[in-house]
């Protein structure tokens, strides 16, 4: 079982340089303080990955906010940039731990504006170079917008991506597209799917059964599936995450702990992934 780091520890926070981009067309010399931002990221993740390390709970979600305004300024070709991310790569296969990245909710590949889809596709290119230099073979995403035939929009995307970028894409159910309706985009792309406890408890609560397991486990091809747990800020099905994994989560998922590798989406991060290893001690 392993249990995954979301992006930072709940003392930390990572840096953007800029509050946003009319602060950074102002800036003179943005490229330094975006510099310093960068490597405060790597930094803290590299934090990050000693505390995965000394807890044994084997995966990490690197944050997508590593390099902050990477498609403005040359980062790539930093010599000190390049150390880091190699330093933190070979933390990452040298102690066995599972990676993945995460978009954030900017990322609409299936968007009905075809200039958000560009926008899209231009932050996936950043993610795919993160993903070559860092070891992660996990991009995780949502459908994104689920108006009208989202569905073939989403396939439509899928297929405007390069090959490297397919085969690092999986797809996540959220509040408004079920496990089913992602199982199904997941078997016409042969995209591996990643099975959000709580957003299906939001979404109508499908029932998660030996069928749908099986349909998960055959789309991984013999890998160990990811899923992600949480539990609702101020009720069950709050779409909001709480700062801790409920003991009622706990008993409930129990069974899931088994089957995948969960990333834990909770406010305290940290703290919360180690509350749910003694409460499943007790």
């Known amino acids: ?9 709940h003392t930390t926070k990572m840096k953007k340089g800029f509050v946003g981009i009319n602060a950074f067309n102002k800036s003179a010399n943005p490229k330094e303080k975006l510099m310093e931002a960068s490597l405060h990221n790597l930094a803290e993740t590299k934090k ?4 995965v390390i000394e807890n044994g709970t084997g995966m990490y979600r690197f944050s997508s906010d590593l390099i902050p ?3 403005l300024w040359d980062w790539q070709s930093d010599p ?22 995460h978009p954030s909710q900017f990322c609409v590949i299936n968007s009905e504006n075809l200039q958000v889809v560009q926008n899209s596709i231009s932050i996936l290119n950043y993610h795919e170079v993160l993903c070559d230099r860092l070891g992660i073979d996990v991009i995780i995403l949502h459908t994104g917008s689920s108006k009208g035939e989202y569905a073939r929009r989403f396939v439509e995307g899928y297929n405007c991506l390069s090959s490297r970028l397919k085969a ?10 079920d496990v089913n309706s992602v199982i199904e985009i997941c078997e016409e792309c042969n995209i591996r799917p990643i099975l959000d406890l709580h957003h299906n408890r939001v979404c109508g609560n499908i029932d998660i059964n030996s069928e ?3 349909k998960v486990k055959t789309l991984w091809n013999g890998a160990k599936p990811i899923g992600h747990i949480s539990s609702g800020k101020s009720k069950s099905d709050d779409k909001a995450h709480a700062d801790y994994i409920s003991v009622e989560d706990i008993k409930k998922f ?7 590798d969960l990333e834990v989406e909770a406010k305290k ?3 919360a992934i180690a509350e749910i290893l003694l409460d499943m001690k007790e």
């Open 1 to 9: 079982m392993k249990l995954g780091l979301c992006c930072m520890l």
């Open 48 to 51: 990050c990955l000693e505390w």
């Open 69 to 71: 305004f990477a498609e």
């Open 80 to 101: 000190r940039i390049s150390l880091r991310l190699a330093e933190l790569k070979k933390i990452c296969v040298e102690n066995s731990i599972r990676t993945t990245i």
């Open 168 to 177: 690092l894409i999986c797809l996540e159910n959220c509040h408004k597209v």
């Open 212 to 214: 749908v397991i099986k």
């Open 254 to 260: 129990r069974s899931f702990f088994d089957i995948f």
């Open 269 to 271: 991060k940290d703290l």
